[in-house]
């Protein structure tokens, strides 16, 4: 069965920068695109961040990026902001239909 | 404007049948390509995807849970049905469903989640 790994604690300063990633225990993607990055506070709904890896969705400030290297993505947040202390979940698409969630990293900023 | 709204029984007992409903607005679930989903997250732990219909009423069911997830769509109510079979204490979470629309492999909109206890 396919896992898919995150660091479960980070942390990072105001302002500055943090490199979250995303690796697939076994196997590969179909494309190096299929990643996506989820953003969830305590008692909310997950929002989404980036998809196909490297794409900020709508609303999303340009702190946040995106990158991807054979089967491990990476998010980076530059400038980092008390308000982007929660839960980061990254999710890969392997095809077939079928999706598989991280386990989450939960992001300080202190 | 799309909006996603779970319902269902917060209390089930264990080995009974959950059946969840997610309500949609905003798309139609006849539209090529489009799907919805069903993730879920037991408390103070991470998500995990459940399943997933597409516009043409195939399922897809994460692995490790398949023989107890069905899931189907009512085109005409704008609804997703699932369920989860021989529930568990461990299968106490909140349910989200969400949208995944066409050429997207990413779910794109979420409704808030219902949460879900197993016990007696």
């Known amino acids: 069965q396919t896992v898919v790994t995150q660091e479960p604690s980070l942390s990072v300063s105001p302002g500055g920068t943090v490199t979250l990633t995303c690796r697939l225990s076994?196997?590969?993607?179909?494309?190096?695109?299929?990643f996506s990055w989820y953003q969830q506070t305590p008692g909310h709904a997950p929002r989404t961040l980036m998809h196909t890896s490297t794409t900020r969705s709508s609303g999303v400030p340009d702190r946040f990026s995106g990158s991807i290297l054979g089967n491990e993505a990476a998010l980076t947040i530059t400038g980092a902001q008390a308000d982007d202390e929660c839960d980061y979940y990254c999710a890969a698409y392997l095809g077939g239909g079928i999706w598989v969630f991280g386990g989450g990293t939960k992001l300080t900023v202190l | 404007q799309i909006t996603l709204k779970e319902s269902g029984p917060t209390l089930v007992k264990p080995t009974q049948t959950l059946t969840l409903t997610c309500t949609f607005s905003g798309f139609s679930l006849s539209t090529g390509g489009e799907s919805v989903a069903w993730i879920r997250q037991p408390p103070g732990e991470a998500l995990e995807w459940l399943a997933l219909i597409y516009w043409d009423g195939a399922p897809r069911y994460s692995p490790s849970l398949k023989t107890r997830l069905t899931i189907i769509r009512d085109t005409s109510k704008n609804q997703v049905v699932l369920t989860l079979a021989n529930v568990d204490p461990v299968d106490t979470a909140t349910y989200y469903c969400?949208?995944?629309?066409?050429?997207?492999?990413?779910?794109?909109?979420w409704g808030p989640g219902t949460l879900v206890s197993v016990s007696s």
């Open positions: 076994s196997g590969s993607v179909p494309s190096n695109s299929y």
């Open positions: 969400a949208r995944k629309p066409p050429s997207a492999i990413h779910f794109v909109f």
